[in-house]
């Protein structure tokens, strides 16, 4: 199948992806860590487990066995055994799909035993993503969206078919703020609760990550920069699901083929016109001080 959709493409990869939030979560008790990544920016991108390397390798033996000719990019690329072997790892042409892979996003939360890890796979194409999933093994729950179809929520012992149309409904005032927008912290704080995570996290206490605006958790997110293979994968489900999604400016997010790096610009993700314009006037403010 030499251009399969995105719904071909989930379909297939989601038994493999079943098995491997499975996996995951079974051996989370006893995982190990790896020496940190060549990434200082942050403990949280430096992290690497058992789990990331393992859970690439499945997927890429899924995607090579089921679509031999697909691009793909994983996050553990530089590792893995299979990179060789994909035709390319780069956006092609419209049509020509990108498959993404974060095995294991929030590695230093399964490092530290946490729940709210993720799985997270996207299906880009040359403007925009036409599919992703995250999948949360611990918590045995789905999210997924399809360009144009919307995004729906299940549980992991469900097919694509059987999940619900996802409506979130924030159940607190709480803005997240990704690592380096501590600064933006007291703009907020007179209307929302504001977890920064660079100074929240704990390895004790389980906090909310990005995946809350799918959950609820949230009322509205900023992440400094927005990696295809994560955040701006996350986002653009909150996006099918309902929730404004712009730049820090209030643009709409560039295509993606204009971006460098696999990686958009910082993100804005609210659940209302009322809670974008509190976040895009936190930037503002910030910006003139």
Request: glycine content about 8%; charged content about 15%; some cysteine.
């Amino acid at each position: 199948m030499l251009n399969p959709t995105p719904r071909q493409i989930l379909e297939t990869l989601l038994p493999y992806l079943q098995v491997a939030a499975a996996y995951s979560h079974q051996i989370q008790p006893q995982i190990a860590a790896h020496p940190d990544k060549d990434r200082p920016e942050n403990f949280f991108a430096a992290a690497l487990s058992d789990a990331d390397l393992s859970v690439q390798t499945l997927v890429e033996v899924a995607l090579l066995g089921n679509f031999p000719e697909i691009r793909f990019y994983g996050e553990e690329h530089q590792k893995s055994f299979n990179t060789k072997y994909f035709r390319a790892m780069d956006l092609g042409p419209q049509g020509d799909y990108l498959v993404t892979l974060d095995p294991i996003d929030g590695t230093r939360f399964y490092l530290d035993h946490h729940a709210n890890y993720q799985m997270i796979l996207g299906i880009l194409d040359r403007e925009e993503f036409a599919a992703a999933i995250a999948i949360s093994p611990a918590q045995n729950i789905y999210y997924y969206a399809l360009r144009g179809e919307g995004a729906f929520k299940g549980s992991l012992d469900h097919g694509l078919a059987a999940c619900s149309p996802l409506q979130v409904e924030p159940t607190n005032a709480r803005v997240y703020l990704g690592w380096g927008l501590g600064g933006l912290a007291p703009q907020l704080k007179q209307g929302y609760e504001v977890l920064d995570l660079a100074a929240a996290y704990s390895q004790e206490v389980q906090v909310p990550n990005l995946n809350g605006v799918l959950s609820g958790e949230l009322t509205g997110a900023m992440i400094k920069s927005a990696n295809f293979l994560d955040g701006a994968a996350l986002a653009f489900i909150a996006a099918e699901a309902g929730w404004i999604v712009t730049t820090f400016d209030g643009s709409p997010p560039p295509p993606l083929y204009t971006c460098r790096g696999y990686q958009r610009p910082g993100l804005v993700v609210a659940s209302s016109a009322a809670v974008h314009q509190d976040l895009l006037a936190a930037v503002q403010a910030a910006d003139k001080k």
